[in-house]
């Protein structure tokens, strides 16, 4: 089955930058997907298609897939992006995978 | 506004069956593929099941041996989610999830969300 792995956790000061990563084999020939999940609310599609951004996500959140690395970069981070983070992607054997998540916390 | 709404969710005794819901609206539901998701409180996300738009093709998680099967009424712009020998390992939230293409198996992704309902497991 496919496996995508992500760091437990990512810890970042306001203003600064945070890189989520999301490992998989050969990750590049897949879309990936994003997904933010603040305490108590359903997961929210931040980044599709590895890089593209849906309407009123800030230009803040960018993404970027190559090799066996997508990530997730969060610039000028602020309070409000303390979430967790899952990416996602589908394949042809496993069907819809799920990174484990990460949580970002803002210190 | 595009909604999903769960609902069916509650307490099951172990090999138990119960059947959630979502009810959608806002969009044109016999044009998108439908998903569950569910999550175990405090981990992550677990894709459950996928339909296709017109129900002709639909997939499962290799973890559900085939317990849990996925339906949908697009007249009642409705999904469902049959779960039957349940288990306690089955406790989690239950989301529908709609899909941005017609087929569930491909690059789409979920771009909307419903609250989740949760489903309990436990004798």
Known sequence: SYVLAQPF??????GQTATITCV??????????WYQQKPGQAPVVVVYRD???????????????????ATLTISRVEVGDEADYFCQVWDLHSDHVFGGGTKLTVL | ??????????????????RLSCAAS?????????????????????WVSGISWDSLSVGYADSLKGRFTVSRDNTENSLYLHMNSLRVEDTA?????KDTQ????????????????????SS
């Open chain 2, 26 to 46: 806002g969009f044109t539901f016999d044009n998108c593929a439908m998903h569950w998701v569910r999550q175990v409180p405090g981990k992550g996300l677990e």
């Open chain 1, 51 to 69: 890089s593209d951004r849906p309407p009123g996500i800030p230009e803040r959140l960018s993404g970027s897939n190559s090799g066996n690395t």
């Open chain 1, 9 to 14: 956790s990512v810890s970042v000061a306001p």
């Open chain 1, 24 to 33: 998989g084999n050969d990750i590049e020939s897949k879309s990936v997907h």
């Open chain 2, 93 to 97: 939230f239950y989301f529908c999830a």
């Open chain 2, 102 to 121: 017609r087929y569930y198996d491909g690059s789409g992704y979920f771009d909307y969300w419903g609250q989740g309902i949760l489903v309990t497991v």
């Open chain 2, 1 to 18: 506004e595009v909604q999903l709404v769960e609902s069916g969710g509650g307490l099951a005794q172990p090999g138990g069956s119960l």
